[in-house]
């Protein structure tokens, strides 16, 4: 048997977090790892030693073609506005068919004053009172 409450928890869950990555820049982070990751491998060939490779690949200055790519792809997503086409015919169908949600229903409900929350007390103080040491 279908039940939705589990099919979202299966695959809405995971989706959700994708989306969520995706909306955080996550996406562009991978890339950067990725450029990072065969930048190092390449100047550490190149330059003999890890150290060498490290230093030339976060130094900055000499970028490869998968950096500026990323770069310039992250400029050109800050610069366009996030814009939605909304569809009228969809909001209307929507209402349509929408699901009418019932009123909740009145209940009865009890107040209680301050001095009966916190002040009242159940049981007795321990006798002899305890004394704590620092």
Known sequence: MFRPSKFVKILGLPFLCLVMFA????????????AWGQMLWRYSQQEGSVVGGVQ???SGEAP??????IAEARKQEEKAPATV??????????????????????????FHTVSEVFFTRSEAPPTPVPIVWG
């Open 23 to 34: 909306v955080a820049g996550g996406h562009w982070a991978l890339l950067q790892s990725a």
């Open 85 to 110: 086409k909304v569809n009228k015919k969809a909001d209307s169908m929507l209402i349509v068919f929408g699901i009418r949600v019932p009123p909740p229903t009145p209940r009865e409900v009890q």
């Open 56 to 58: 030339k690949t976060f």
């Open 64 to 69: 490869c073609s998968m950096c500026k790519k």
